[in-house]
């Protein structure tokens, strides 16, 4: 990919990851659009936004072709996608809401899917390109009471192996980021049933603990940081794993450890 300025558009930008990339970038001298379901909502963040807002919801395939049309009809160009939006619900597998399951997996993979299918032909034509899509730890271990957000971020995985593999040729680079747990609004923003809380022990311990690690989660200009630095590299890997060291570590021994073991470990994390 070529140096200097680039533009980048960063679904949902107005909170936690997204928000720290997209300013980041910006300060950086990169043309940024960033992207939320509804821009007026954070009119008080415009005069000191350094980026774009536009309205995106990404399971709309609408919105998704109207957000581009725009950024080529100013910027002419489209050089990064940051695959960010996204949320996250809790609870037991029996319990979960199919609607609420339907609408993470619209969220969390149909919307980088419709986000991929509208920037790759304009990609194509450019003969260049980076797609960088965010799954998360728990999209290579399955979390207890996290299972559908978990199923999403695996979906994301697979697809960014195939993807990578389909576009290679066309150089356009595919590359997964995996966070960790970082100190975002991703955890007041999660949805779960009250009652379920209320009735279930299991669910309030795991629950707990995901609040507790989150709330000690990792600096979001972390995450920031390394876009920057992804985007700027001209071979980057695959897979960058991001967050606070002894995630990262206890992540990879999932590779060394037999499935029973680990799962043990996990389980034994989230105090089931
Ligand atoms: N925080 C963590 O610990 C963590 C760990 C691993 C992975 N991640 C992943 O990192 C990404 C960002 O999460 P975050 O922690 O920054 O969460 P966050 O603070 O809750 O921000 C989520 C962003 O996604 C946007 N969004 C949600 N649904 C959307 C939709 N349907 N269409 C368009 N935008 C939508 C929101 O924008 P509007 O509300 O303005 O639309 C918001 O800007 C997510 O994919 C998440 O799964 C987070």
Redesign the pocket.
């Known amino acids: 990919m070529k140096t200097g300025e680039k533009t980048i558009l960063i ?10 990339a997209a300013n980041l970038l910006a300060d950086k001298g990169h043309r940024v659009f ?6 007026n ?2 009119f008080e963040q415009h005069n000191s936004r350094r980026f774009e807002l536009l309205k ?5 395939r609408g ?1 998704c072709r109207e957000v581009l049309e725009k950024i080529i009809s100013e910027a002419g160009r489209l050089d990064v996608v940051v ?6 619900i809790a609870g037991s597998i029996e319990k979960t809401d199919t609607d609420a399951a339907h ?1 993470q997996m ?3 993979f149909f ?1 980088v899917l419709n986000i991929c299918q509208t920037v790759i032909p304009v990609m194509q034509k450019q003969q260049e390109g980076l797609i960088i899509n ?6 290579l271990a399955g979390l207890p009471y996290q299972a559908i ?1 978990s199923a ?2 695996f979906a ?1 995985e697979g697809f960014s192996e195939a993807l990578y593999q389909e576009c290679a040729s066309e150089n356009i680079r595919v590359v997964l ?14 949805d779960y049933s009250e009652k379920e809380l209320e009735e279930s022990k299991s669910f309030q311990s795991a629950l707990e603990v995901i609040r507790k ?2 709330g000690k ?2 600096d ?1 200009l972390i ?1 920031a940081r390394l876009i920057d630095k992804i985007i700027g590299q001209k071979n980057p890997r695959l897979r960058y794993m991001v ?1 606070k060291t002894d995630q990262k570590i206890s992540i990879k021994l999932r590779r060394l450890l037999p499935d029973k073991l680990f799962l043990t470990l996990l389980k034994n994390h989230y105090r089931l």
């Not at 695959?83 to 996250?88: D, E, F, P, V």
Request: proline fraction near 5%.
């Open positions: 679904t949902g930008a107005t909170s936690g990851l997204g928000l720290a960033g992207t939320s379901r509804d821009p909502k954070y995106a919801d990404v399971t709309s919105d695959n960010n939006a996204g949320i996250g609408h619209e969220t969390n919307g965010i799954s998360s730890l728990g999209g957000y999403s971020k994301v980021i995996e966070p960790g747990d970082f100190k975002t609004g991703f955890t007041a923003n999660r690690d989150e989660g990792a979001p995450f967050g």
